[in-house]
C-alpha cells in the first residue's frame, strides 16, 4: 500500500500560481503511476494529469495542457503540479493518486487517493 498525502493548495487570483505536492509513504513509490484530479463543488471528479513511473509519458486534460506541468522525484517520493496561469474555473479541491501498472487518465482506476487540497482562483 501507499499512503498520499497533498500540500499546497490555497488562494491565489487569476493569472496566479501554485506549487502542488504529493508526499508518499509506503511501497515503492518508483512502482505507481500517479495522477492529479480534481473536483469542483457539484461536479465530477475530473483528469487533470498523470505520469508514469518513469516521468516519461505525462498526457494532460486539454483544459489545463501549456499552462500545467506535473513531475515526480522518485527518491523523494513526491510528485508536484505546477500550475501557472490559474482562472478562476480552475477553482476545485485537487486530488493525488496512484496505481499499479500503466498510467490512465481515469479516476476509477486508482487504487490509493490523498484527502485533497483546496485551490480557490479569484477574479
Known amino acids: 500500500q501507499v499512503q498520499l498525502v497533498e500540500s499546497g493548495g490555497g488562494l491565489v487570483q487569476a493569472g496566479g500560481s501554485l506549487r502542488l505536492s504529493c508526499a508518499a509513504s509506503g511501497r515503492t513509490f518508483s512502482d505507481y503511476a500517479m495522477g492529479w484530479f480534481r473536483q469542483a463543488p457539484g461536479k465530477e471528479r475530473e483528469f487533470v494529469a498523470v505520469i508514469s513511473q518513469s516521468g516519461d509519458d505525462t498526457p494532460y486534460a486539454d483544459s489545463v495542457k501549456g499552462r500545467f506541468t506535473i513531475s515526480r522525484d522518485n527518491a523523494k517520493k513526491t510528485m508536484y503540479l505546477q500550475m501557472n496561469s490559474l482562472k478562476p474555473e480552475d477553482t476545485a479541491v485537487y486530488y493525488c493518486?496512484?496505481?499499479?501498472?500503466?498510467?490512465?487518465?481515469?479516476?476509477?482506476?486508482?487504487?490509493?487517493w490523498g484527502k485533497g487540497t483546496p485551490v480557490t482562483v479569484s477574479s
Open positions: 493518486a496512484a496505481k499499479l501498472l500503466l498510467a490512465t487518465t481515469q479516476p476509477k482506476r486508482y487504487q490509493y
